[in-house]
């Protein structure tokens, strides 16, 4: 399975539309996860038009998105149980947020997946898989704007971060 992962995409703020490889990657998937932060739902309804999209709302998205995405979500790929979430407050804070957010069903999920900094992320802390795609369209905190690919199979994941030239 090929997953596509983005995040903080703030459109229609940061650019009129999604970025050619983001359309590219997102018909070559089987799912897009987008970890908050779209504005406006426009980008929701773009990217289920090419394939199947998992999503929650960040703190900068409008009322269209934020009436219509949960805060958080738990759904599975594979044998993966994946736990989707924003964030909020500090980047360097962002892994203690989400254990707190995910307290209950932390022991169950083995890959968060979430946005908010803009900076990519991919990291593994104490048996779980911490993955921020960064931003394909914003780089105000990032040196660059990035997606990331997820190729999974049962629970073998291989985890990329692409920057975006």
Request: charged content about 25%; some cysteine; glycine content about 6%.
């Amino acid at each position: 399975m090929r997953v596509l992962v983005i995040s903080d995409t703030h459109i229609p703020i940061a650019g009129d539309d999604l970025p050619d490889i983001i359309k590219e990657e997102a018909k070559k998937s089987n799912y897009c996860i987008h970890a908050g932060d779209l504005v406006s739902y426009e980008v929701f309804k773009k990217l289920s038009s090419l394939t199947k999209v998992y999503a929650v709302c960040g703190n900068m998205d409008n009322s269209s998105v934020i009436n219509k995405l949960p805060k958080k979500y738990i759904f599975k790929l594979e044998d993966l149980n994946v736990g989707l979430i924003h964030g909020v407050g500090a980047p360097s804070n962002l892994i203690n947020y989400i254990n707190m957010e995910f307290f209950k069903e932390f022991d169950n999920i083995d890959l968060f997946i979430f946005g908010h900094s803009h900076f990519p992320c991919d990291k593994e802390y104490k048996g779980k898989i911490y993955f921020n795609p960064g931003s394909p369209t914003d780089k105000v905190y990032a040196p660059y704007c990035s997606y990331g690919i997820l190729e999974i199979e049962g629970k073998n994941i291989n985890r990329r971060i692409l920057k975006i030239e």
